[in-house]
T-cell receptor
Framework: AQSVTQLGSHVSVSEGALVLLRCNYS??????LFWYVQYPNQGLQLLLK??????LVKGINGFEAEFKKSETSFHLTKPSAHMSDAAEYFC???????????FGTGTQLKVEL | NAGVMQNPRHLVRRRGQEARLRCSPM?????VYWYRQLPEEGLKFMVY????????ESGMPKERFSAEFPKEGPSILRIQQVVRGDSAAYFC???????????????FGAGSRLTVL
């Protein structure tokens, strides 16, 4: 079975500050890892994914995440927050044989002036 | 190229009524997934379908819920005799192949928000 834990259901940062959203996963097999963003009343949009290869993954809107197998983590970062980054962010894991994602409970990011 | 289309976007039902949610996958996508998002929770997998086949329904409640993806037309998630606990956002996603290939990711629709009075 797989699981995802997102530490901090709410994160608040100042505009221009570093964004760090934490994600830890549990998987008995090498995982595929994803970050999705959800704006109010909209569906989920893929930010980035890790499958194989380079462990530092760059995504859209200046976000990136690093897969650390030893720490079973896939934290999402952005050097400088923008007001438009305010949204809910979901980390997800999929095994390589399966056809479904297991999502974390989400982190609501608030960006303040 | 339209994305994943879901309708209705909002649906209100009284307890005991039926709810039907429709999902048209992206053009060229033959794999459809349904997820449910309860308030303050992440998305939970419900069912994975290909055309005319249910591949994985391990997340579907045993009673009152059913899903289909016919040869022609949209995928439909059907909830019979709805109860207040069914109030949630139901998201459909599609992919061109199964996720197991790794190269493809899910494209999500905007969701259907069901409110049961």
């Amino acid at each position: 079975a797989q699981s995802v834990t997102q530490l901090g259901s709410h994160v608040s940062v100042s505009e221009g500050a570093l964004v760090l959203l934490r994600c830890n996963y549990s998987s008995s097999v090498p995982p595929y890892l994803f970050w999705y963003v959800q704006y109010p009343n909209q569906g989920l949009q893929l930010l980035l994914k890790y499958t194989t290869g380079a462990t530092l993954v760059k995504g859209i809107n200046g976000f990136e995440a690093e897969f650390k197998k030893s720490e079973t983590s896939f934290h999402l970062t952005k050097p400088s927050a923008h007001m438009s980054d305010a949204a809910e962010y979901f980390c997800a894991v999929s095994d390589r044989a399966g056809n479904k994602l297991t999502f974390g409970t989400g982190t609501q990011l608030k960006v303040e002036l | 190229n339209a994305g994943v289309m879901q309708n209705p976007r909002h649906l209100v039902r009284r307890r005991g009524q039926e709810a039907r949610l429709r999902c048209s996958p992206m053009k060229g996508h033959s794999h459809v997934y349904w997820y449910r998002q309860l308030p303050e929770e992440g998305l939970k997998f419900m069912v994975y379908l290909q055309k005319e086949n249910i591949i994985d329904e391990s997340g579907m409640p045993k009673e009152r819920f059913s899903a289909e993806f016919p040869k022609e037309g949209p995928s439909i998630l059907r909830i019979q005799q709805v109860v207040r606990g069914d109030s949630a956002a139901y998201f459909c996603a599609s992919s061109p192949t199964g996720l197991g290939s790794g190269a493809n990711v899910l494209t999500f629709g905007a969701g259907s928000r069901l409110t049961v009075l």
